[in-house]
């Protein structure tokens, strides 16, 4: 019984963990990001919610990241960036090339 309580406890706080990561909200649009520029602090995860609020496909990537997430139409998901160092990210919308934006890393 001490070890199932043990492990609950253990779980709920690695769930409270991943709900305090520094979040950032991107939708794209049939062609547009928003927004266009993020700025986050180095060497810090955090979490890129992705939106599709369009009528087509879309992809975020960011080949510098290593990223990548296709979204149906009216999807919502999430990436997460493990402790980029300092720079500019681009990040693009595969099936809207003129998509782009950048994640500055300070």
Known sequence: MRRIVV??????SLMASADD???????????????TRIEA????????????????PAEFESLPLRKEKVLAPGVE???VIQGASAGEYIFFD?????ARGVIVVK
């Open 94 to 98: 595969d099936f809207h090339p003129q």
């Open 21 to 35: 990561l520094l979040t950032f909200r991107v939708e794209l649009n049939d062609g547009k990001v928003t927004p």
């Open 7 to 12: 492990a609950l406890l253990s779980t709920c």
């Open 41 to 56: 602090p180095a060497k810090t995860k955090f979490k890129l919610i992705l939106v599709n609020k369009g009528k087509s």
């Open 77 to 79: 998901s999430f990436v």
